[in-house]
């Protein structure tokens, strides 16, 4: 069966400071990998989605960025974080378009 | 881009009795609406999902309704039980129309009432 990673489970960064968080799903081969944020008491707001290698596209602009190594790892990054990016994030894989997706259990980012 | 509308933000409802809770969708080319519910602090956890070629799906005590014309769908649990207490949030997508990924509605925290 099909298996998401995600880590570190909490974070607490200063402002300014860089950010990488890892997503890696097991079980399936070229699945459709997201990135959500969800601010506290808030609704899911999709941040960047990768259907295959190297390809990332953007929902929002903002100093996150993603990138995709290899098939089924998916990295969100920021070089200088700020206190707005304070969220819970959620990464999420399916098995292509229209399929259902499925998240993994999240990193609570806070921004100190 | 689509845009979701979720109400209510907040139902309380007795135990036994059932709840029901809609969103509406902009896009109209939209045509996968799942519905997740999320424990506190927990992941969502996809519960049920509709697509625009069917018109009702059930599942055990939870049940879905899309109306396609008026852009509305609907979650309805029957039998509410404490565990069902929780947030749900419903979506939209459209996998045809070169994006993916599911545009979500603010939530709504279902509290069952013993």
């Known amino acids: 069966s099909q298996t998401i990673h995600q880590w570190p489970a909490t974070l607490v960064q200063p402002v300014g400071s860089p950010l990488s968080l890892e997503c890696t799903v097991e079980g399936t081969s070229n699945p459709n990998l997201y990135w959500y944020r969800q601010a506290a008491g808030r609704g899911l707001q999709l941040l960047f989605y990768?259907?295959?290698?190297?390809?990332i596209s953007s929902e929002v602009p903002q100093n996150l960025s993603a990138s995709r190594p290899q098939d089924r790892q998916f990295i969100l990054s920021s070089k200088k974080l700020l206190l707005s990016d304070s969220g819970f994030y959620l990464c999420a894989w399916s098995g292509g378009w229209g399929q259902p997706q499925h998240f993994g259990d999240g990193t609570r980012l806070s921004i100190l | 881009g689509e845009n979701v509308e979720q109400h209510p933000s907040t139902l309380s409802v007795q135990e036994g009795d059932s709840a029901v809770i809609k969103c509406t969708y902009s896009?109209?080319?939209?045509?996968?609406f799942p519905w997740y519910k999320q424990e506190l602090g927990k992941r969502p956890q996809l519960i049920i999902d509709i697509r625009s070629n069917v018109g009702e799906k059930k599942d055990q005590r939870i049940a879905v309704t899309l109306n396609k014309t008026a852009k509305h769908f609907s979650l309805h649990i029957t039998e509410t039980q404490p565990e069902d207490s929780a947030v749900y949030f419903c979506a939209a997508s459209n996998s045809g129309g070169g994006a993916d990924g599911l545009t979500f509605g603010k939530g709504t925290h279902l509290i069952i009432q013993p």
């Open positions: 990768s259907v295959g290698i190297g390809q």
């Open positions: 896009d109209s080319a939209s045509n996968y």
